[in-house]
């Protein structure tokens, strides 16, 4: 398969952990954030996004927290699963001149062991 | 990947030549991306359309061309110009470019690697 990142900082964890993938933005004007799981030769899935105007949102085993003041992002995953062992991306969402763009990190990859 | 489809998954193509990457979406969405990925790094903007007819530059269009005639394609070129154009190639579509929380998806991508 397609090596997404060869050189990626890895977060290890065990089946049944909680995992906490971090993301640090650049943009104070950023609106939008979301994350994604990329699988190995595949493409981006979405998985779950923030606006600007919240701190935290939850989806099913996953949730986001948005630290504006530290320009911080942080994906947690919980009770995570072998299924879950990707390269996860977050993207913030800047507007310039009216289009959207989505600056994306470098990449976190995940590796979860039975 | 929701309704975008790219072809082929594999391509090789040889030094000089120009070939085309092609992205499908049956989203209705009016928003198309081209993006690059390097292994290590975050994916780059190569081109995008906000509309049919239209298309802007992205981050690193140099090597590329892009046409958007219809709606539901927006096809790439890699160009002979392009320096290094082996990489992982990714279509994206979002339901318009304004908005503030349009999401982007993406398609299964397009291995490209010069012999």
């Known amino acids: 398969g397609e090596s997404v990142g060869l050189h990626l900082p890895t977060l290890s964890v065990q089946e049944g952990d909680n995992s906490i993938i971090n993301c640090a933005y650049s943009?104070?004007?950023?609106?939008?954030f979301i994350w994604y799981k990329q699988e190995s030769g595949k493409g981006p899935q979405f998985i779950i996004d923030?606006?600007?105007?919240?701190d935290k949102r939850q989806g099913q085993r996953v949730t986001v927290l948005l630290n504006k003041t530290v320009k911080h992002l942080s994906l947690q995953i919980a009770a995570t699963q072998p299924g879950d062992s990707a390269v996860y991306f977050c993207?913030?969402?800047?507007?310039?001149?009216?289009?959207?763009?989505?600056?994306f990190g470098a990449g976190t990859r995940l590796a979860v062991h039975p | 990947d929701g309704g975008i489809t790219q072809s082929p998954k594999y391509l090789f193509r040889k030094e000089g030549q120009n070939v085309t990457l092609s992205c499908e979406q049956n989203l209705n969405h009016d928003a198309m991306y081209w993006y690059r990925q390097d292994p290590g790094q975050g994916l780059r903007l190569i081109y995008y359309s906000q509309i049919v007819n239209d298309f802007q530059k992205g981050d690193i269009a140099e090597g590329y061309s892009v046409s958007r005639e219809k709606k539901e394609s927006f096809p790439l070129t890699v160009t002979s110009a392009q320096k290094n154009p082996t990489a992982f190639y990714l279509c994206?579509?979002?339901?318009?470019?304004?908005?503030?929380?349009?999401?982007?998806?993406f398609g299964p991508g397009t291995r490209l690697t010069v012999l």
């Open positions: 993207a913030e969402n800047y507007r310039p001149g009216g289009y959207n763009k989505l600056i």
């Open positions: 923030i606006r600007s105007n919240m």
């Open positions: 943009n104070s004007a950023s609106d939008y």
């Open positions: 994206a579509s979002s339901p318009t470019s304004g908005g503030s929380t349009d999401t982007q998806y």
